[in-house]
């Protein structure tokens, strides 16, 4: 694959031993395999301004336009968020909302979505897929819910479960795959 595909990783949870983040690279694993460069997109790192706030400070708008920048030269981007009450992260909804139609028109998207219950995160990802849509993304046919979440992880931070190891590097490389073969058919 060329070295070109980029692929672009953003979580949702803003804590520093963050479930969801262990999760996302371990997908981003699988598109560094598959020969995609990456970059990942910290939230905790960005001083994003709340949409449409009165104020912004200029150290904001400095990190708004470096996140959009992140955005624009990524081929594919794997989101990752905590559901919380029935819906993605608020800190990523706020940096989605901020981009739009540039960051995102014909990108390749794979998600990915942890919850504290049994249910899984099917409304927050079922939430990300419709944003998706909305800013003309493409999202991949798969997904990854991880259901109790706070026991899938074991002390040291890994993944418990094998096969959802293998879930996740699967996102990560068909992502990549479909960025590649959209590059190709322009």
């Given at each position: 694959?060329p070295?070109?595909?980029?692929?672009?990783?953003?979580c949702?949870?803003?804590?520093?031993?963050s479930?969801?983040?262990?999760?996302?690279?371990?997908a981003?694993?699988?598109?560094?395999?598959?020969?995609?460069?990456?970059?990942?997109?910290?939230?905790?790192?960005?001083?994003?301004?709340?949409?449409?706030?009165?104020?912004?400070?200029?150290?904001?708008?400095?990190?708004?336009?470096?996140?959009?920048k992140?955005?624009q030269?990524a081929?594919?981007?794997?989101?990752?968020?905590?559901?919380?009450?029935?819906?993605l992260?608020g800190?990523?909804?706020?940096?989605?909302?901020?981009m739009g139609?540039?960051?995102?028109?014909?990108?390749?998207?794979?998600?990915?979505g942890?919850?504290?219950?049994?249910?899984?995160?099917?409304?927050?990802?079922?939430h990300?897929r419709?944003?998706?849509?909305?800013?003309?993304?493409?999202?991949?046919?798969?997904q990854?819910?991880?259901?109790?979440s706070?026991?899938a992880?074991?002390?040291?931070g890994?993944?418990?479960?094998?096969?959802?190891?293998?879930?996740?590097?699967?996102?990560?490389?068909?992502?990549?795959?479909?960025?590649?073969?959209?590059?190709?058919?322009?």
């Amino acid at each position: 694959m060329p070295p070109h595909i980029r692929i672009l990783g953003i979580c949702g949870s803003l804590e520093p031993k963050s479930n969801s983040m262990r999760a996302l690279n371990i997908a981003l694993e699988g598109a560094r395999a598959s020969g995609a460069n990456l970059c990942v997109v910290d939230l905790r790192q960005y001083q994003l301004p709340i949409l449409n706030s009165p104020y912004q400070h200029p150290k904001s708008l400095e990190h708004l336009q470096k996140m959009k920048k992140e955005f624009q030269e990524a081929d594919g981007i794997i989101m990752a968020t905590p559901e919380y009450h029935g819906s993605l992260s608020g800190a990523l909804k706020n940096a989605l909302d901020l981009m739009g139609f540039n960051e995102f028109e014909g990108k390749m998207i794979g998600l990915i979505g942890l919850a504290g219950g049994d249910m899984g995160a099917f409304n927050a990802l079922n939430h990300l897929r419709t944003i998706c849509r909305q800013v003309h993304a493409w999202v991949v046919p798969s997904q990854v819910s991880i259901a109790d979440s706070h026991l899938a992880f074991n002390a040291g931070g890994q993944i418990k479960n094998p096969k959802l190891v293998q879930r996740l590097r699967k996102l990560g490389i068909e992502v990549t795959k479909f960025a590649l073969l959209h590059r190709q058919g322009k």
